[in-house]
C-alpha cells in the first residue's frame, strides 16, 4: 500500500564545522502516521527538525513536499507550508498569557481601529483550548504560572490553528507525569484520525513502541534505520542506535550498608510537610514523585537552598542548621542538581574548571591563594580518566562536551569534595543510554565508597533498578517507603498519583 | 484575616506601592509646608515631571526589551543645543523641530543596529553612542550655554513657557506621550513582540517574530522621544546648553525601575509614569521645605537609591515568594 | 565552501581577534607620522604613561567587576570625592600619609562598601545604585568644598607621588605598573579570580559549588571604589589641588577602556590584558591629539567613536 510521501527529505547535510550534524540523511513521512525520530544525543535529530522549521539552512540535499520541491528558509515559511514545531523548551514567552502565546508570531484579531481585539483574541483562544478539556479560563493565565502539561497542550492548539499537516514533537514527555503523557497520547492518536501526521521525537523507547507506526532511527549524524514498528523489536533499536547491544542496564551491586549518615527528623518548610527519614553509608536512597510533589523543595531544605520551619537534620549523629548552601557544602552534602547546564556547570569555563570548583582552595597555596595549576590539571586528568570522560583536553570548554560527558563533570566536581552525602537530582536526563549507563556506574561506585545516595527521579524503572529503598512523595510529605524487590511499578505510580498505596503489599504506609 | 483576603490585600499592595508611595510622600511633604499640598504645587509636580516621563517612556521600551540605553539623556540635550541653534539662524521654524526629530530618530536607529546587526552589548554600545553626543554637544556649544540674542521666538517657547488656565502644556503632551505609548505596547503586534523579545528571545526566532526589527524600532522610538523631550526642553529653557538633559539619566533609569514593582516585576508605560510623578514629587518637595541647595543632590540621590532599594528588595521577595523550584539566584 | 567565501571568513576571524590591537598600532602610526620627533620619543612615552596613570588604575578596578558581569557608575565622581577629601585632610593637619590612608578608607572604601552592599545584599541592579551612590558622591563634593577648589595646606612632598621621578621613570607610572601585576596576579592566578569569572559567566553554579559569592562581590565594589580613590589622590598629587570637577571624564574613560579590552583576549569578558590595551589606546589617542592640536572639545567625540569601531569591528557575527 504505497502511499504517496508527504514530506520527502533527500541526503541532507550541514556541518557546524569542524562536525557534522547531519550527513547524507534520508527521512520521510506518510500522511495520517506517527513517525518516531529516535537517536541519541547529538545524533542529529534536533538539528534535522530545526533544518524543517527554518531555524537553521541547510548545506545540501533537497525537501520535497507532495512530491515538490521546497525551500524552507525561515520559520513562517515553514508554518505556511503546514510544517509546524513543538520544540523541546516550548518557546513561550514568560510574561505573556496563554491565549496570547496562540497568536504570537501570527496575525492577531484586529479592531476597526487597526488594533489588537483582545476580546476576540480571548475568545478565540478560548474556544481552540476548549477542544482540549483545559480548565475554564486558561487562556488568561500567565505562561510562567502555567503548568508544563498545559503549556504544552497550549503549544498543540497553537500548531493545530495553524492548519498543520506534519506536527513535530521533540521530547513531549520529558516534562510529563505519566497521566499527562497518556493524555498526550489521547491527543495524538485524534490528530492521527484528522488526518495530521506526526513526527514525534524521543529516546523513550517504551512511548515509541506504544504510539509510533514507523521509525527512523539516527546516530552519529547519519540514518542508521528506517523501519516499520510491527518489524522490530526493542534490542534491535537499542542496537542500532548505540552500535553495540545493552544487557544489564542497571548495575546491581550488593554494597554494605554501614552506618547512618543523615536523618531528617520533622523537618518543614511552606511547601514540605513533616518529613522523617533516614539514610545510611553506602545505601542509595531513591525519592520519587510527581511534578510538584516536593521532591526539590525537600532537597533544597536539605542542601540549604530553603529555611526550614522545623524540624531537624542530623549528620553523622550531630545535628546540624544548614541554613546555608556553604554551611551544607562544609557538612559534607553535595548536590548534582536537576538543570546540568544552568546550575551544574560553568558552561564558558574549562573542564578542568569546572571540576574543581567546589573544592577550589585544595589547588591554591594558602587560603586566598595563587592557583597551583599543575596541581589542577593533573587532578582533572585523573577524574577524566577514571570517570570516561570523552575529551580531549581538560582545558576545553565544557560547553563543548556533550550532555552526558556535562553530567560526568559535575559529579567529578563532587566527588572531588569527598562529599559523604550525595543528592542526584534527576542525573539521567536528557542522556543517551550508554551514558546513562556509566552515570549508574559511578553511583553504584560511590555507594560502595561509602557514600550515602539520595537519587531523585521520575522515571519508576530506573529507581526500581538502582535503588536499595526509596520514598514516595505525594504533595509535599512522603506517601509511602518501599522497597524495589517487593513493589510493582503499578504501586508506586498509585502512590505518587493518590499519596497512598493500593493493596499490596511491599511498603510501609506512611500516608 | 482569612488567607483569601490576605492574598487579595497583598495583591493591591505589591500593584499599588507606588501610588501609595506617592500619597505618603505627599503627606509628609505637606504635613511640613502645606504649600505642597496646594493645587498650584500639583500641578507644578506634574509639570515637572513632564519631560522627564517623556524620556522615562521611551526609556520603558527598550528595557521591555531587556536592553539599556545609555544614551537618551545625551540625545535630548543633543536636541536642545541643535534646535536652539538652529532656530538662531532665523530658518523656517519647523526645520528646527524636524532636524532635532531626526537626529534623535537616526541616533536611535544607530543604536538599534549597533545591538540587532552587530551584537553588541547595548550597555556598552549605547554608552559609546552618549560618549559621541556629549562630546558633540561640548564641542558645537563651546561649553557653554547658548544664549539667542533677543530671545527664542515666541512660538518655540509657546509650548514649553505658556499655559492654559495655569496648567502648563506639557501636561497634556506628556499625557498624550503616555497614552499613545501605552496603546502601543499593548494593542499593536510591534508592541508584544517588544515583549516576546525581551521575555525569550528563541521563542521570537522560532515562531518568525524579527528579533532585529522589533530592537531597532525600540530604540529609535527612544530616540525620536528623547529628542522630542529636549525640544520641549529647549522650549522650556529659552536657551540651549549642552548638559541641559544629562540629569535624567539617573532619574529615568530610577522611574523605570520603581514602576517595575508593578504588573509582576516587568517594565510597563504606567509603571514608569507613577515612578516619574514619584520622583518628581521628592523633588519638589525637598525644594518646597527649604533643603539647602548644597544638600539637595545628596538628599535627592540617597532618596533614590532608597526608594529604588525599597522597589527591588520588595519585588525580589514576591519573587521568591512564587518560586518552587531551585533558587536562581540571578536578579 | 567557496574560496572566496573562506578568505572572507578568515579575514573577519582575525579582524575579530586582533582588530583592537590593529587600532593600537594604527594610532601610533598615524601620530608617529604625524609628528615624527616629538611623539615616538622614549620622553614622550613616559609622558604619556604618566598622562594615563590615573586612568590605569581606574579602569583595573573595573576589570575586577567587569569579569563578574558587574559594573560601577559612580567611579568619576568618587575620583573627585578622593582628590577633595585627601587635599581637605591636609588643611586640616593630616599627615601625608595618615591623609592618604584615611581618604583610601572614607572614601575607596565605604563608597564601595555601600555599592556592594545594596547590589549584593539587597540585589538591587547596579545601574541605578551606582549612578545614585555617584550622585550623592557629587552633593558630598560640593557640601565640603562649597564648589571651590581645595588648594591649601597641601604639604610639598604629596606631590611626590604625582610628579615625582625615579631615574626617568615618573612615580605613578610606578605605581600603576605594581598594581598592575598585582591585579595580575589576583586576577588570573588566584582563586579571588578564578571566582569572579566563574560567578560572572553563571552565579547560580557558583553559588550552588559552595562559593561565596557574596563575598567575592563585595571584594570586587571595594577594590574598584578604592582603585577609583588612589587614582583620584593621584590626580590630586601631580596637580597640588583638590578639584571638585576632576574626576568627571574618567566615568566614561575609565569604562571605556575595560570595555575596550572585552574586544579581544577574553571575548565578551573583562579581563587585564584587555584593559590595559585599552588604556594605552587612549593614552595614545588623548597624548597625540594634543600634540597634533586636535581641539579639547573634539576629544569625547573620539572617544567614544574609537570605542564603537573597536567593538563593531571585533564583533563576531554567528551564522544560521
Same mark, same amino acid.
Given at each position: 500500500?504505497?502511499?504517496?510521501?508527504?514530506?520527502?527529505?533527500?541526503?541532507?547535510?550541514?556541518?557546524?564545522? /569542524?562536525?557534522?550534524?547531519?550527513?547524507?540523511?534520508?527521512?520521510?513521512?506518510?500522511?495520517?502516521?506517527?513517525?518516531?525520530?529516535?537517536?541519541?544525543?547529538?545524533?542529529?535529530?534536533?538539528?534535522?527538525?530545526?533544518?524543517?522549521?527554518?531555524?537553521?539552512?541547510?548545506?545540501?540535499?533537497?525537501?520535497? +513536499?507532495?512530491?515538490?520541491?521546497?525551500?524552507?528558509?525561515?520559520?513562517?515559511?515553514?508554518?505556511?507550508?503546514?510544517?509546524?514545531?513543538?520544540?523541546?523548551?516550548?518557546?513561550?514567552? /514568560?510574561?505573556?498569557?496563554?491565549? *496570547?502565546?496562540?497568536?504570537?508570531?501570527?496575525?492577531?484579531?484586529?479592531?476597526?481601529?487597526?488594533?489588537?481585539?483582545?476580546?476576540?483574541?480571548?475568545?478565540?483562544?478560548?474556544?481552540?483550548?476548549?477542544?482540549?478539556?483545559?480548565?475554564?479560563?486558561?487562556?488568561?493565565?500567565?505562561?510562567?504560572?502555567?503548568?508544563?502539561?498545559?503549556?504544552?497542550?497550549?503549544?498543540?492548539?497553537?500548531?493545530?490553528?495553524?492548519?498543520?499537516?506534519?506536527?513535530?514533537?521533540? *521530547?513531549?514527555?520529558?516534562?510529563?507525569?505519566?497521566?499527562?503523557?497518556?493524555?498526550?497520547?489521547?491527543?495524538?492518536?485524534?490528530?492521527?484520525?484528522?488526518?495530521?501526521?506526526?513526527?514525534?521525537?524521543?529516546?523513550?523507547?517504551?512511548?515509541?513502541?506504544?504510539?509510533?507506526?514507523?521509525?527512523?532511527?539516527?546516530?552519529?549524524?547519519?540514518?542508521?534505520?528506517?523501519?516499520?514498528?510491527?518489524?522490530?523489536?526493542?534490542?534491535?533499536?537499542?542496537?542500532?542506535?548505540?552500535?553495540?547491544?545493552?544487557?544489564?542496564?542497571? %548495575?546491581?551491586?550488593?554494597?554494605?550498608?554501614?552506618?547512618?549518615?543523615?536523618?531528617?527528623?520533622?523537618?518543614?518548610?511552606?511547601?514540605?510537610?513533616?518529613?522523617?527519614?533516614?539514610?545510611?553509608?553506602?545505601?542509595?536512597?531513591?525519592?520519587?514523585?510527581?511534578?510538584?510533589?516536593?521532591?526539590?523543595?525537600?532537597?533544597?531544605?536539605?542542601?540549604?537552598?530553603?529555611?526550614?520551619?522545623?524540624?531537624?537534620?542530623?549528620?553523622?549523629?550531630?545535628?546540624?542548621?544548614?541554613?546555608?548552601?556553604?554551611?551544607?557544602?562544609?557538612?559534607?552534602?553535595?548536590?548534582?542538581?536537576?538543570?546540568?547546564?544552568?546550575?551544574?556547570?560553568?558552561?564558558?569555563?574549562?573542564?578542568?574548571?569546572?571540576?574543581?570548583?567546589?573544592?577550589? !582552595?585544595?589547588?591554591?597555596?594558602?587560603?586566598?591563594?595563587?592557583?597551583?595549576?599543575?596541581?589542577?590539571?593533573?587532578?582533572?586528568?585523573?577524574?577524566?580518566?577514571?570517570?570516561?570522560?570523552?575529551?580531549?583536553?581538560?582545558?576545553?570548554?565544557?560547553?563543548?562536551?556533550?550532555?552526558?560527558?556535562?553530567?560526568?563533570?559535575?559529579?567529578?566536581?563532587?566527588?572531588?569534595?569527598?562529599?559523604?552525602?550525595?543528592?542526584?537530582?534527576?542525573?539521567?536526563?536528557?542522556?543517551?543510554?550508554?551514558?546513562?549507563?556509566?552515570?549508574?556506574?559511578?553511583?553504584?561506585?560511590?555507594?560502595?565508597?561509602?557514600?550515602?545516595?539520595?537519587?531523585?527521579?521520575?522515571?519508576?524503572?530506573?529507581?526500581?533498578?538502582?535503588?536499595?529503598?526509596?520514598?514516595?512523595?505525594?504533595?509535599?510529605?512522603?506517601? @509511602?517507603?518501599?522497597?524495589?524487590?517487593?513493589?510493582? %511499578?503499578?504501586?508506586?505510580?498509585?502512590?505518587?498519583?493518590?499519596?497512598?498505596?493500593?493493596?499490596?503489599?511491599?511498603?510501609?504506609?506512611?500516608? | 484575616?482569612?488567607?483569601?483576603?490576605?492574598?487579595?490585600?497583598?495583591?493591591?499592595?505589591?500593584?499599588?506601592?507606588?501610588?501609595?508611595?506617592?500619597?505618603?510622600?505627599?503627606?509628609?511633604?505637606?504635613?511640613?509646608? %502645606?504649600?505642597?499640598?496646594?493645587?498650584?504645587?500639583?500641578?507644578?509636580?506634574?509639570?515637572?515631571?513632564?519631560?522627564?516621563?517623556?524620556?522615562?517612556?521611551?526609556?520603558?521600551?527598550?528595557?521591555?526589551?531587556?536592553?539599556?540605553?545609555?544614551?537618551?539623556?545625551?540625545?535630548?540635550?543633543?536636541?536642545?543645543?541643535?534646535?536652539?541653534?538652529?532656530?538662531?539662524?532665523?530658518? /523656517?521654524?519647523?526645520?528646527?523641530?524636524?532636524?532635532?526629530?531626526?537626529?534623535?530618530?537616526?541616533?536611535?536607529?544607530?543604536?538599534?543596529?549597533?545591538?540587532?546587526?552587530?551584537?553588541?552589548?547595548?550597555?556598552?554600545?549605547?554608552?559609546?553612542?552618549?560618549?559621541?553626543?556629549?562630546?558633540?554637544?561640548?564641542?558645537?556649544?563651546?561649553?557653554?550655554?547658548?544664549?539667542?540674542?533677543?530671545?527664542? %521666538?515666541?512660538?518655540?517657547?509657546?509650548?514649553?513657557?505658556?499655559?492654559?488656565?495655569?496648567?502648563?502644556?506639557?501636561?497634556?503632551?506628556?499625557?498624550?506621550?503616555?497614552?499613545?505609548?501605552?496603546?502601543?505596547?499593548?494593542?499593536?503586534?510591534?508592541?508584544?513582540?517588544?515583549?516576546?523579545?525581551?521575555?525569550?528571545?528563541?521563542?521570537?526566532?522560532?515562531?518568525?517574530?524579527?528579533?532585529?526589527?522589533?530592537?531597532?524600532?525600540?530604540?529609535?522610538?527612544?530616540?525620536?522621544?528623547?529628542?522630542?523631550?529636549?525640544?520641549?526642553?529647549?522650549?522650556?529653557?529659552?536657551?540651549?546648553? /549642552? +548638559?541641559?538633559?544629562?540629569?535624567?539619566?539617573?532619574?529615568?533609569?530610577?522611574?523605570?525601575?520603581?514602576?517595575?514593582?508593578?504588573?509582576? @516585576?516587568?517594565?510597563?508605560?504606567?509603571?514608569?509614569?507613577?515612578?516619574?510623578?514619584?520622583?518628581?514629587?521628592? *523633588?519638589?518637595?525637598?525644594?518646597?521645605?527649604?533643603?539647602?541647595?548644597?544638600?539637595?543632590?545628596?538628599?535627592?540621590?540617597?532618596?533614590?537609591?532608597? !526608594?529604588?532599594?525599597?522597589?527591588?528588595?520588595?519585588?525580589?521577595?514576591?519573587?521568591?515568594?512564587?518560586?518552587?523550584?531551585?533558587?536562581?539566584?540571578?536578579? | 565552501?567557496?574560496?572566496?567565501?573562506?578568505?572572507?571568513?578568515?579575514?573577519?576571524?582575525?579582524?575579530? $581577534?586582533?582588530?583592537?590591537?590593529?587600532?593600537?598600532?594604527?594610532?601610533?602610526?598615524?601620530?608617529?607620522?604625524?609628528?615624527?620627533?616629538?611623539?615616538?620619543?622614549?620622553?614622550?612615552? !613616559?609622558?604619556?604613561?604618566?598622562?594615563?596613570?590615573?586612568?590605569?588604575?581606574?579602569?583595573?578596578?573595573?576589570?575586577?567587576?567587569?569579569?563578574?558581569?558587574?559594573?560601577?557608575?559612580?567611579?568619576?565622581?568618587?575620583?573627585?570625592?578622593?582628590?577633595?577629601?585627601?587635599?581637605?585632610?591636609?588643611?586640616?593637619?593630616?599627615?601625608? !600619609?595618615?591623609?592618604?590612608?584615611?581618604?583610601?578608607? +572614607?572614601?575607596?572604601?565605604?563608597?564601595?562598601?555601600?555599592?556592594?552592599?545594596?547590589?549584593?545584599?539587597?540585589?538591587?541592579?547596579?545601574?541605578?545604585?551606582?549612578?545614585?551612590?555617584?550622585?550623592?558622591?557629587?552633593?558630598?563634593?560640593?557640601?565640603?568644598?562649597?564648589?571651590?577648589?581645595?588648594?591649601?595646606?597641601?604639604?610639598?612632598?604629596?606631590?611626590?607621588?604625582?610628579?615625582?621621578?625615579?631615574?626617568?621613570?615618573?612615580?605613578?607610572?610606578?605605581?600603576?605598573?605594581?598594581?598592575?601585576?598585582?591585579?595580575?596576579?589576583?586576577?588570573?592566578?588566584?582563586?579571588?579570580?578564578?571566582?569572579?569569572?566563574?560567578?560572572?559567566?553563571?552565579?547560580?553554579?557558583?553559588? +550552588?559549588?559552595?562559593?561565596?559569592?557574596?563575598?567575592?562581590?563585595?571584594?570586587?565594589?571595594?577594590?574598584?571604589?578604592?582603585?577609583?580613590?588612589?587614582?583620584?589622590?593621584?590626580?590630586?598629587? *601631580?596637580?597640588?589641588?583638590?578639584?571638585?570637577?576632576?574626576?568627571?571624564?574618567?566615568?566614561?574613560?575609565?569604562?571605556?577602556?575595560?570595555?575596550?579590552?572585552?574586544?579581544?583576549?577574553?571575548?565578551?569578558?573583562?579581563?587585564?590584558?584587555?584593559?590595559?590595551?585599552?588604556?594605552?589606546?587612549?593614552?595614545?589617542?588623548? $597624548?597625540?591629539?594634543?600634540?597634533?592640536?586636535?581641539?579639547?572639545?573634539?576629544?569625547?567625540?573620539?572617544?567614544?567613536?574609537?570605542?564603537?569601531?573597536?567593538?563593531?569591528?571585533?564583533?563576531?557575527?554567528?551564522?544560521?
Amino acid at each position: 500500500m504505497e502511499q504517496q510521501n508527504l514530506l520527502e527529505v533527500k541526503n541532507v547535510s550541514k556541518y557546524f564545522p /569542524p562536525v557534522s550534524a547531519l550527513h547524507n540523511v534520508c527521512f520521510d513521512v506518510v500522511p495520517g502516521e506517527v513517525h518516531g525520530l529516535i537517536g541519541e544525543n547529538g545524533a542529529g535529530k534536533s538539528t534535522l527538525v530545526k533544518i524543517l522549521a527554518g531555524v537553521y539552512s541547510k548545506d545540501s540535499g533537497t525537501i520535497l +513536499l507532495d512530491g515538490k520541491e521546497v525551500t524552507i528558509d525561515t520559520p513562517h515559511e515553514a508554518t505556511s507550508l503546514g510544517l509546524t514545531f513543538i520544540h523541546q523548551e516550548l518557546f513561550q514567552v /514568560p510574561y505573556s498569557t496563554i491565549g *496570547e502565546s496562540l497568536f504570537f508570531g501570527r496575525k492577531y484579531p484586529r479592531n476597526r481601529f487597526g488594533l489588537i481585539d483582545w476580546k476576540s483574541l480571548r475568545k478565540q483562544a478560548s474556544d481552540e483550548l476548549s477542544k482540549f478539556g483545559v480548565p475554564k479560563n486558561l487562556e488568561n493565565q500567565l505562561i510562567s504560572r502555567t503548568s508544563m502539561a498545559y503549556r504544552y497542550i497550549a503549544a498543540i492548539a497553537k500548531a493545530i490553528s495553524q492548519q498543520c499537516r506534519i506536527l513535530f514533537m521533540d *521530547e513531549p514527555t520529558a516534562s510529563l507525569s505519566k497521566d499527562e503523557a497518556d493524555k498526550l497520547f489521547e491527543i495524538i492518536a485524534e490528530l492521527k484520525k484528522r488526518g495530521i501526521s506526526i513526527v514525534y521525537i524521543s529516546h523513550r523507547l517504551e512511548e515509541i513502541f506504544k504510539i509510533c507506526d514507523r521509525v527512523t532511527i539516527l546516530r552519529d549524524g547519519q540514518l542508521v534505520g528506517a523501519h516499520r514498528i510491527s518489524d522490530i523489536n526493542i534490542e534491535t533499536v537499542i542496537y542500532s542506535m548505540l552500535g553495540e547491544s545493552l544487557r544489564d542496564k542497571f %548495575p546491581k551491586e550488593k554494597i554494605k550498608i554501614e552506618r547512618e549518615v543523615l536523618r531528617v527528623s520533622g523537618l518543614k518548610s511552606r511547601i514540605v510537610s513533616e518529613t522523617t527519614f533516614s539514610l545510611r553509608r553506602g545505601e542509595i536512597l531513591g525519592i520519587i514523585g510527581l511534578v510538584g510533589s516536593g521532591r526539590t523543595e525537600l532537597m533544597n531544605l536539605i542542601f540549604g537552598l530553603d529555611k526550614k520551619t522545623g524540624g531537624s537534620v542530623y549528620i553523622d549523629g550531630k545535628e546540624v542548621a544548614n541554613s546555608s548552601v556553604r554551611s551544607a557544602i562544609r557538612n559534607g552534602i553535595g548536590l548534582v542538581p536537576e538543570d546540568r547546564q544552568g546550575q551544574g556547570l560553568v558552561l564558558n569555563m574549562e573542564v578542568k574548571a569546572n571540576i574543581t570548583l567546589a573544592n577550589f !582552595f585544595k589547588y591554591c597555596f594558602g587560603r586566598f591563594g595563587i592557583i597551583n595549576v599543575s596541581k589542577e590539571t593533573k587532578r582533572a586528568e585523573d577524574y577524566v580518566d577514571k570517570l570516561r570522560i570523552k575529551v580531549k583536553d581538560v582545558r576545553g570548554k565544557v560547553a563543548y562536551l556533550s550532555g552526558g560527558n556535562q553530567q560526568k563533570v559535575v559529579i567529578a566536581k563532587w566527588i572531588d569534595t569527598d562529599s559523604s552525602i550525595l543528592i542526584f537530582d534527576e542525573p539521567t536526563r536528557g542522556i543517551d543510554i550508554g551514558a546513562k549507563t556509566e552515570v549508574y556506574r559511578l553511583i553504584v561506585e560511590l555507594a560502595k565508597k561509602g557514600a550515602g545516595i539520595i537519587f531523585i527521579s521520575s522515571e519508576i524503572d530506573e529507581i526500581l533498578g538502582i535503588t536499595d529503598r526509596f520514598l514516595v512523595l505525594y504533595k509535599g510529605r512522603i506517601a @509511602g517507603e518501599f522497597t524495589p524487590e517487593d513493589t510493582s %511499578p503499578d504501586q508506586v505510580a498509585i502512590a505518587m498519583q493518590l499519596g497512598r498505596y493500593g493493596n499490596g503489599s511491599g511498603g510501609k504506609n506512611r500516608a | 484575616m482569612d488567607s483569601k483576603t490576605k492574598s487579595i490585600s497583598a495583591f493591591l499592595l505589591r500593584e499599588y506601592s507606588i501610588v501609595l508611595a506617592i500619597i505618603f510622600v505627599s503627606i509628609v511633604f505637606t504635613t511640613i509646608n %502645606p504649600r505642597f499640598g496646594r493645587i498650584y504645587n500639583i500641578l507644578n509636580v506634574l509639570q515637572h515631571a513632564s519631560l522627564l516621563t517623556i524620556l522615562a517612556t521611551g526609556l520603558t521600551l527598550v528595557l521591555i526589551l531587556d536592553e539599556f540605553d545609555l544614551s537618551f539623556a545625551a540625545l535630548s540635550s543633543s536636541a536642545v543645543c541643535l534646535s536652539v541653534m538652529i532656530v538662531q539662524k532665523s530658518v /523656517p521654524g519647523f526645520l528646527a523641530v524636524v532636524t532635532a526629530l531626526g537626529v534623535g530618530l537616526l541616533v536611535g536607529i544607530i543604536n538599534g543596529l549597533l545591538v540587532a546587526r552587530l551584537n553588541l552589548q547595548s550597555f556598552i554600545a549605547t554608552l559609546g553612542t552618549a560618549t559621541i553626543l556629549t562630546g558633540v554637544n561640548y564641542a558645537v556649544s563651546e561649553g557653554k550655554t547658548i544664549v539667542v540674542v533677543g530671545g527664542l %521666538p515666541s512660538w518655540f517657547t509657546f509650548l514649553g513657557q505658556e499655559d492654559f488656565f495655569k496648567i502648563s502644556y506639557l501636561i497634556p503632551i506628556m499625557l498624550l506621550v503616555v497614552i499613545a505609548v501605552s496603546i502601543l505596547v499593548k494593542y499593536t503586534e510591534l508592541g508584544r513582540n517588544m515583549y516576546g523579545v525581551g521575555g525569550n528571545k528563541e521563542a521570537c526566532r522560532v515562531a518568525g517574530v524579527s528579533v532585529g526589527a522589533t530592537q531597532i524600532t525600540a530604540f529609535a522610538l527612544c530616540g525620536l522621544l528623547a529628542s522630542f523631550a529636549g525640544l520641549l526642553l529647549a522650549s522650556r529653557l529659552g536657551g540651549g546648553h /549642552p +548638559l541641559a538633559g544629562d540629569k535624567y539619566l539617573l532619574q529615568g533609569f530610577a522611574a523605570v525601575f520603581i514602576g517595575m514593582t508593578m504588573r509582576g @516585576g516587568m517594565p510597563s508605560i504606567i509603571g514608569t509614569f507613577l515612578g516619574c510623578i514619584l520622583l518628581s514629587a521628592i *523633588e519638589s518637595g525637598l525644594t518646597l521645605v527649604s533643603v539647602d541647595y548644597t544638600y539637595q543632590y545628596v538628599v535627592n540621590g540617597f532618596i533614590i537609591v532608597l !526608594f529604588v532599594t525599597i522597589a527591588y528588595v520588595t519585588r525580589n521577595r514576591l519573587l521568591d515568594r512564587s518560586r518552587v523550584s531551585l533558587l536562581s539566584l540571578s536578579e | 565552501m567557496v574560496a572566496v567565501e573562506k578568505i572572507g571568513l578568515r579575514v573577519s576571524n582575525a579582524l575579530s $581577534n586582533y582588530g583592537t590591537i590593529a587600532i593600537l598600532i594604527g594610532l601610533t602610526g598615524i601620530f608617529a607620522v604625524a609628528k615624527p620627533h616629538e611623539f615616538l620619543t622614549v620622553k614622550n612615552g !613616559f609622558i604619556m604613561l604618566q598622562q594615563i596613570a590615573p586612568l590605569g588604575l581606574v579602569s583595573l578596578g573595573v576589570t575586577f567587576l567587569l569579569a563578574m558581569r558587574y559594573y560601577d557608575l559612580s567611579i568619576g565622581y568618587v575620583v573627585s570625592l578622593s582628590g577633595v577629601v585627601a587635599t581637605t585632610l591636609f588643611g586640616n593637619g593630616f599627615s601625608v !600619609f595618615t591623609g592618604i590612608l584615611t581618604t583610601i578608607f +572614607l572614601v575607596g572604601c565605604l563608597f564601595g562598601f555601600v555599592n556592594g552592599f545594596i547590589v549584593t545584599f539587597l540585589r538591587v541592579p547596579p545601574l541605578v545604585v551606582t549612578i545614585g551612590v555617584g550622585f550623592i558622591c557629587y552633593g558630598v563634593i560640593y557640601i565640603i568644598t562649597g564648589g571651590k577648589a581645595v588648594f591649601y595646606g597641601i604639604p610639598e612632598h604629596f606631590g611626590y607621588w604625582g610628579s615625582g621621578m625615579v631615574w626617568f621613570v615618573p612615580v605613578p607610572v610606578i605605581i600603576v605598573a605594581v598594581i598592575f601585576a598585582a591585579c595580575y596576579v589576583a586576577l588570573e592566578k588566584s582563586s579571588l579570580g578564578r571566582y569572579m569569572y566563574a560567578i560572572g559567566n553563571n552565579e547560580t553554579t557558583s553559588s +550552588l559549588s559552595g562559593v561565596n559569592v557574596k563575598l567575592v562581590k563585595m571584594l570586587g565594589f571595594l577594590l574598584c571604589s578604592s582603585f577609583s580613590c588612589m587614582a583620584g589622590i593621584l590626580i590630586a598629587s *601631580e596637580n597640588m589641588v583638590g578639584h571638585t570637577t576632576a574626576g568627571e571624564r574618567y566615568l566614561l574613560l575609565g569604562l571605556t577602556a575595560a570595555f575596550l579590552g572585552t574586544s579581544t583576549f577574553r571575548k565578551g569578558e573583562g579581563n587585564l590584558w584587555g584593559t590595559l590595551l585599552g588604556v594605552l589606546i587612549l593614552g595614545i589617542a588623548y $597624548n597625540g591629539m594634543t600634540m597634533v592640536g586636535v581641539e579639547y572639545k573634539w576629544r569625547e567625540v573620539i572617544t567614544g567613536s574609537i570605542l564603537i569601531v573597536a567593538l563593531a569591528i571585533s564583533s563576531s557575527k554567528k551564522g544560521k
